[in-house]
């Protein structure tokens, strides 16, 4: 899940996207110390496809739900 502390603007343009039918590739990039094995997610927050560090790329089946 992607974590942000704002208001929810990024969850709710791509809620209404994907409302349209247009499903786009959402890949979050952080720094491979900001890794965890857990994070909270709450019924709004889109999922990602990938995660992109200094050391790789990790694809959705390789993220931790």
Known sequence: GRIGYGAGHYDRAIAKLT??????RLIG???DCQQTDQVPVEQ???PLDAV??????????RIAA
Do not use: L
């Open 52 to 61: 992109v560090t200094e050391s790789g790329f990790y694809p959705s089946d």
């Open 19 to 24: 409302d349209k039918g247009i499903h786009p």
């Open 29 to 31: 990039m952080a720094f």
């Open 44 to 46: 709004h927050d889109q």
